[in-house]
């Protein structure tokens, strides 16, 4: 009697462990929802991270990275400039006004000209250089009004189209585009260093001072899916930063490491187009009420994205 208590006991503790092992099996091969890489998110909008110089995402990364779709329905883009008057503001012959004071990134980003329809940007990037009499020097349009400087022409400049929001274009290229509908938002910049796909490191042509000693960096790049990525890499950032040998300020050797590497993983294709914005004392980065970046020299335009 006591033998076959024994041995149904050790049954039914075997048959309990053999259901409990096929629960666990059943749980660990369930398919766990894979996280939507942005670039193959038809709903992506736009998104902020920081990065180290492989473009791996990193909390305290040098790199401060906004990635956004033009296309989105949800995002609308301006230009601002530093002007003592309201912007697109017209004088008493019906001409624009176009009188320049000097304005800092933070300036720029809140003062009453940086609003589109009565409300602030959720991001910000500092963008053209300016010159001795605080006029900006490359060509900048603000919502198809033009305020541009002496380089305008000579110049390459960043830009997201007018239309509707799934026809809109992000372009980089030197002066007005031949379709008319493509110079509605343009910041002026310098220093080109992707070209239809192929990289150049534009060290020579920087100068030894901006090449190998002014460099924190403003950039923006246009890739093959039409997706932009900005980014701002400054070791004095308002934020954690821990430098190492592959998160530090960046020579023009390695822009393609770091851009590549973030469109390969957010899924964004590969690098078109690809252009500085005005480093040294002026590069500025906000996004979401926060200024990441921000120098205290003047400068010449910020390009400012808008949340629906």
Same mark, same amino acid.
């Given at each position: 009697?006591?033998?076959?208590?024994?041995?149904?006991?050790?049954?039914?503790?075997?048959?309990?462990s053999?259901?409990s092992?096929?629960?666990?099996?059943?749980?660990?091969?369930?398919?766990? %929802?894979?996280?939507?890489?942005?670039?193959?998110?038809?709903?992506?909008?736009?998104?902020?991270?920081?990065?180290?110089?492989?473009?791996?995402?990193?909390?305290?990364?040098?790199?401060?990275? #906004?990635?956004?779709?033009?296309?989105?329905?949800?995002?609308?883009?301006? *230009?601002?400039?530093?002007?003592?008057?309201?912007?697109?503001?017209?004088?008493?012959?019906?001409?624009?006004?176009r009188?320049?004071?000097?304005?800092?990134? !933070?300036?720029?980003?809140s003062?009453?000209?940086?609003?589109?329809?009565?409300?602030?940007?959720?991001?910000?990037?500092?963008?053209?250089? #300016?010159d001795?009499?605080?006029?900006?020097?490359?060509?900048?349009?603000?919502?198809?009004?033009?305020?541009?400087g002496?380089f305008?022409?000579?110049?390459?400049?960043?830009?997201?189209?007018?239309?509707?929001?799934? /026809?809109?274009?992000?372009?980089?290229? %030197?002066?007005?585009?031949?379709?008319?509908?493509?110079?509605?938002?343009?910041?002026?910049? !310098?220093?080109?260093?992707?070209?239809?796909?192929?990289?150049?490191? #534009?060290?020579?042509?920087?100068? /030894?001072?901006?090449?190998?000693?002014?460099?924190?960096?403003?950039? %923006? %790049?246009i890739?093959?899916?039409?997706?932009?990525?900005?980014?701002?890499?400054?070791?004095?950032?308002?934020?954690?930063?821990?430098?190492?040998?592959?998160?530090?300020?960046?020579?023009?050797?390695? @822009?393609?490491?770091?851009?590549?590497?973030?469109?390969?993983?957010?899924?964004?294709?590969?690098?078109? /187009?690809?252009?500085? @914005?005005?480093?040294?004392?002026?590069?500025?980065?906000?996004?979401?009420?926060? #200024?990441?970046?921000?120098?205290?020299?003047?400068?010449?335009? *910020?390009?400012?994205?808008?949340?629906?």
């Amino acid at each position: 009697m006591y033998l076959r208590k024994i041995f149904a006991l050790s049954i039914f503790i075997f048959t309990i462990s053999l259901l409990s092992g096929c629960t666990r099996i059943d749980a660990s091969s369930t398919p766990k %929802a894979a996280k939507t890489c942005p670039g193959n998110d038809v709903q992506f909008s736009i998104e902020f991270f920081k990065t180290n110089n492989r473009g791996e995402k990193f909390n305290k990364g040098i790199n401060h990275v #906004i990635i956004f779709n033009p296309k989105s329905p949800i995002l609308d883009f301006k *230009v601002n400039v530093g002007l003592s008057h309201q912007i697109y503001s017209k004088d008493a012959r019906g001409k624009f006004r176009r009188e320049y004071i000097p304005k800092q990134f !933070n300036e720029l980003i809140s003062d009453g000209n940086s609003k589109l329809n009565g409300k602030r940007a959720i991001a910000a990037i500092n963008a053209d250089y #300016i010159d001795p009499e605080n006029k900006p020097q490359g060509l900048n349009i603000s919502r198809g009004v033009e305020y541009s400087g002496d380089f305008k022409n000579k110049r390459s400049s960043f830009g997201i189209s007018g239309g509707k929001p799934q /026809e809109r274009q992000a372009t980089i290229q %030197a002066g007005r585009r031949d379709s008319n509908i493509l110079n509605y938002n343009l910041v002026g910049g !310098n220093g080109r260093f992707y070209r239809q796909g192929k990289f150049k490191d #534009i060290c020579q042509d920087l100068g /030894e001072f901006a090449c190998k000693q002014a460099t924190n960096r403003s950039m %923006a %790049a246009i890739t093959n899916k039409g997706y932009v990525i900005l980014l701002v890499n400054d070791a004095k950032a308002n934020s954690p930063i821990e430098l190492s040998s592959n998160n530090q300020e960046l020579t023009p050797d390695k @822009f393609d490491d770091v851009l590549e590497g973030i469109a390969r993983n957010n899924c964004l294709g590969k690098i078109q /187009e690809g252009i500085l @914005f005005d480093g040294g004392m002026s590069p500025g980065l906000y996004y979401n009420n926060k #200024i990441y970046v921000e120098n205290f020299g003047p400068i010449g335009s *910020v390009f400012l994205i808008y949340k629906n």
